[in-house]
């Protein structure tokens, strides 16, 4: 969750010149135009890159994820209600006679070079790398080594930065890929859990678990309802009838981001200190919104209290939206989502002029239900349910204002829930 934004920072590149963003536009416009093609476009621009033939290259892909509601809660063992949807990272791998890893992406200029026998450090300069060497780590600490090297190639039509989980797709996906090139034979549960083992032993962001677990798990046209205390989970039909779901990015860089996540979950942890022997409990989500107003007022920091009464009302918020997808009642989510923004917004602080601009002015947009931001906020993206026939004069009418307001232009596209990680061939 270390907001995956630019990469090829300063790759070393023994194997020759790489990418660049330039040379990556062919492959955006084949994803846009035929994404049948596409694969078959990256497996030629692997050959070129790193030579041989197609044969033995494996193909992977990784979603994104949006979460429908249920923010900031994963940690506090609460209920959320993600679901991954149709963007994808995908990663072509093939194993090398030597111990050399190479990574490369097509939209980043330079590529990496580590070795499996190195015992890997997060390195500010290694950029995306990172993620990579997180869970090559976390696989040596379960007692896998890769046998060979390999070496690595990417393309993402996810954005970037944007909350909607590059990185998460990137651990996850680069993960299953090794797991099976390697034969660890690791489920896609333990795949989950090793990105978040990552992210909080290598990438140092004490994240929960949803990312990694949708993006994981994830079906086509199904959203999943996971309780993050218990890990189980259920899968629940995004049945939108006339409705989409739309991805608003803000198109913020995000700054300072890592540690105000880690500062909101440290204040979860103060509130549950002073709630948890009062009311009994282990979590704060275990918290009904009634045991919680009884006991509030012994948290002494208002600010601290506000964070709690968020997860509380969130939680309950979540349950109610999964009952009013399964009966049908949009109008009821939509209710929800605008809830939840506002919660967020005055609660637990991490919506920010950008995030609420996009729910202000979407909700203002005449076949819009509602609106909220998605993932961890602080910039990133929000989602709104909006008319299918609407979609076109929705982004107008919000992308303007969302310019006059902040000057930065936001990017749309209307989603569908997709599969979890593939192996493509
Ligand atoms: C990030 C984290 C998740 C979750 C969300 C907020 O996406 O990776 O674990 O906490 O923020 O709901």
Redesign the pocket.
């Known amino acids: ?1 270390r907001f995956y934004t630019s990469g090829g920072s300063s790759g070393s590149s023994a194997f020759g010149a790489s990418g660049s963003a330039a040379g990556a536009a062919r492959f955006f416009e084949t994803a846009e135009r035929d994404a049948s093609k596409l694969v078959s476009e990256l497996l030629d621009e692997f050959v070129e890159r790193y030579g041989g033939s197609r044969d033995s290259i494996g193909v992977f892909a990784a979603p994104a994820r949006i ?1 429908i509601i249920g ?5 506090n063992g609460g209920k959320v209600f993600p679901a991954a949807i149709d963007k994808y990272l995908y990663l072509l791998i093939r194993k090398r006679a030597d111990t050399k890893i190479a990574y490369d992406d097509v939209r980043f200029p330079g590529k990496f070079e580590f070795d499996v026998n190195d015992s890997f450090s997060y390195k500010q300069e290694n950029d995306y790398a990172n993620y990579l060497n997180g869970i090559l780590s976390m696989m040596a600490k379960a007692g896998h080594r890769p046998s060979r090297g390999f070496e690595v190639l990417m393309f993402s039509t996810i954005p970037a930065g944007g909350g909607v ?1 590059s990185s ?1 797709a990137l651990e996850c996906g680069f993960a299953w890929a090794v797991s099976e090139s390697f034969g660890f034979g690791f489920d896609r549960v333990e795949i989950a859990k090793m990105g978040q083992r990552s992210e909080h032993e290598f990438m140092n962001v004490q ?5 990694q677990f949708i993006i994981a798990v994830g079906k086509k046209e199904q959203a999943i309802v996971l309780d993050c205390d218990t890990l189980e989970y259920r899968y629940v039909p995004l049945a939108l009838g006339d409705y989409r779901i739309v991805v608003m990015n803000t198109n913020k860089k995000r700054r300072l981001a890592e540690s105000k ?1 880690n500062e909101r979950r440290s204040e979860c942890e103060k509130a549950l200190s002073v709630l948890g022997p009062l009311a009994g409990v282990k979590t704060l989500c275990e918290l009904s919104p009634e045991t919680f107003a009884k006991h509030e007022k012994s948290i002494a920091d208002e600010t601290v209290r506000r964070r709690a009464r968020h997860c509380v009302l969130e939680n309950e918020r979540v349950n109610r939206s999964v009952a009013a997808l399964e009966g049908g009642d949009l109008r009821l989510l939509g209710k929800l989502l605008c809830e939840s923004h506002i919660s967020l917004r005055d609660d637990y602080e991490v919506t920010g002029a950008e995030l609420d601009a996009l729910y202000e002015e979407s909700i203002k947009v005449d076949g819009c239900l509602g609106a909220r931001m998605t ?2 906020g602080f910039g990133g993206c929000a989602i709104a349910i909006v008319k299918a026939d609407a979609f076109d004069r929705f982004v107008a009418q919000v992308g303007a204002e969302y310019t006059k307001r902040t000057g930065l232009v936001a990017g749309f596209f209307a989603c569908s829930a997709g599969d979890g990680v593939i192996r493509i061939r």
């Open positions: 969750m979460n923010e900031h809660i994963d940690y989980s998460a994240c929960g678990i949803m990312d996540y993932g961890a």
